[in-house]
């Protein structure tokens, strides 16, 4: 029952009506028994200054950000977390006595998402497709963990680009551009998709061509999540490869953000249903 002790907790976006966030968050505190509530919050663009300031004066206790406020909000955060200056990206704020912490558990979900999948990133290669928002953060978590990545982009300045920011923050990175696609995967245990291709309702579509065998010994993440199995995910099933789909990164990130919030640990699995269940919907 929501009363005078409830907490706050929202999401600032434009739109915002369409993310699982919500329903992620209260099938969380339902399942704590916890007095907390998450509420959609459509900020339109110039109003992001006001509706930052809002939290702090209405006695929220965090927010998650996303699109496409996610970096327009780092001016007015009173800190900022190392990821947040590397990503140039907040996905998630902290209010602490009054003070906003400006954090980043995107990568960190893709990271936990990736190892609880079954992947060790010790000594391993990646090649990562795509170079916006998610792959500056799949990007930087697995340089972090000292992996080689290359990236292929449609546009290669961008991933140019996104290289070029990330070594300033992770000197040791080790990032190469391709051109084209590669022909073959041999050299790769690790292929992750940070474009939109397959994303409903274009589901027939997939990032790797048809043609193309994906080898078994292969890890493939789709950060797309709406359809789960993507065609890429049906690709590396068929392939004998190990397919994650990017639910669990969702999921990871707002568990993480969650932990920052409430200082208890995330119920991972009403999570993931009430996820489950929003996209069984439609
Ligand atoms: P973004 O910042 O807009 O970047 C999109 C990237 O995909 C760009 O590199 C773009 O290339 C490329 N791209 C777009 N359309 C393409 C096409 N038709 N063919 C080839 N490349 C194309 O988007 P984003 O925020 O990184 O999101 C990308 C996907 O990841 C979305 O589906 C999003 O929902 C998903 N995502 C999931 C999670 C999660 O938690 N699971 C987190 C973040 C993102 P150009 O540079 O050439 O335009």
């Given at each position: 029952?929501?009363?005078?002790?409830?907490?706050?907790?929202?999401?600032?976006?434009?739109?915002?009506?369409?993310?699982?966030?919500?329903?992620?968050?209260?099938?969380?505190?339902?399942?704590?028994?916890?007095?907390?509530?998450?509420?959609?919050?459509?900020?339109?663009?110039?109003?992001?200054?006001?509706?930052?300031?809002?939290?702090?004066?209405?006695?929220?206790?965090?927010?998650?950000?996303?699109?496409?406020?996610?970096?327009?909000?780092?001016?007015?955060?009173?800190?900022?977390?190392?990821?947040?200056?590397?990503?140039?990206a907040v996905n998630a704020i902290v209010v602490?006595?009054?003070?906003?912490?400006?954090?980043?558990?995107?990568?960190?979900?893709?990271?936990?998402?990736?190892?609880?999948?079954?992947?060790?990133?010790?000594?391993?290669?990646?090649?990562?497709?795509?170079?916006?928002?998610?792959?500056?953060?799949?990007?930087?978590?697995?340089?972090?963990?000292?992996?080689?990545?290359?990236?292929?982009?449609?546009?290669?300045?961008?991933?140019?680009?996104?290289?070029?920011?990330?070594?300033?923050?992770?000197?040791?990175?080790?990032?190469?551009?391709?051109?084209?696609?590669?022909?073959?995967?041999?050299?790769?245990?690790?292929?992750?998709?940070?474009?939109?291709?397959?994303?409903?309702?274009e589901s027939d579509a997939s990032p790797w061509?048809?043609?193309?065998?994906?080898?078994?010994?292969?890890?493939?993440?789709?950060?797309?999540?709406?359809?789960?199995?993507?065609?890429?995910?049906?690709q590396a099933r068929q392939a004998g490869a190990?397919?994650?789909?990017?639910?669990?990164?969702?999921?990871?990130?707002?568990?993480?953000?969650?932990?920052?919030?409430?200082?208890?640990?995330?119920?991972?699995?009403?999570?993931?249903?009430?996820?489950?269940?929003?996209?069984?919907?439609?």
């Open positions: 029952m929501i009363d005078g002790r409830t907490r706050l907790l929202g999401l600032i976006g434009w739109p915002v009506a369409h993310s699982l966030s919500p329903a992620m968050h209260n099938a969380a505190f339902a399942e704590q028994g916890m007095n907390w509530v998450y509420v959609p919050l459509p900020v339109p663009p110039g109003q992001v200054e006001a509706a930052v300031r809002g939290l702090v004066a209405l006695g929220f206790r965090g927010a998650n950000v996303s699109v496409p406020h996610k970096q327009a909000v780092m001016p007015f955060m009173d800190e900022l977390s190392d990821s947040v200056q590397a990503l140039g602490r006595e009054g003070r906003l912490s400006g954090e980043n558990t995107d990568w960190r979900g893709f990271l936990v998402a990736l190892r609880a999948g079954g992947f060790d990133p010790g000594g391993r290669r990646a090649l990562v497709l795509g170079a916006g928002g998610g792959a500056r953060a799949v990007v930087y978590a697995l340089t972090s963990e000292g992996l080689p990545v290359s990236i292929y982009n449609r546009t290669p300045a961008r991933a140019a680009r996104l290289a070029h920011d990330l070594q300033k923050h992770v000197p040791e990175a080790e990032i190469s551009l391709l051109e084209t696609l590669p022909s073959d995967l041999k050299g790769f245990d690790l292929l992750v998709n940070a474009t939109p291709l397959g994303m409903w309702p061509p048809d043609d193309v065998p994906l080898p078994p010994h292969l890890t493939v993440f789709d950060l797309v999540y709406r359809p789960r199995w993507t065609k890429l995910l049906r190990r397919p994650i789909g990017g639910l669990e990164m969702l999921v990871h990130q707002g568990a993480l953000a969650f932990e920052m919030w409430t200082g208890s640990a995330p119920p991972l699995e009403a999570m993931r249903a009430a996820c489950e269940k929003v996209l069984m919907e439609g």
